[in-house]
């Protein structure tokens, strides 16, 4: 079950990072802010939750976001 989870995990990673190559190949990056969003994800046996949600455990709440701008400080 978890192997599956990683899988899929990897192939969107890929993918993503397929489209931001792209994007400095092309030289679109200077004028692109990318943005992805996810949902709340796959339980993994955390407080015997496997792939559903049926409780509000913060774990099970929280919502990833990931953005990509050209000349952005982290914080």
């Given at each position: 079950m978890v192997s599956h989870y990683y899988?899929?995990?990897?192939?969107?990673?890929?993918q993503?990072?397929?489209v931001l190559n792209a994007l400095g190949r092309l030289d679109l990056k200077q004028n692109t802010i990318a943005v992805l969003f996810g949902d709340?994800?796959?339980g993994l046996?955390?407080?015997d939750s496997f792939f559903a949600?049926?409780?509000?455990w913060k774990r099970s709440l929280r919502t990833p976001i990931e953005d990509s701008e050209t000349g952005a400080r982290g914080r």
């Open positions: 899988a899929a995990t990897t192939f969107v990673d890929t993503v990072g397929k709340h994800g796959n046996g955390e407080r949600k049926g409780n509000l």
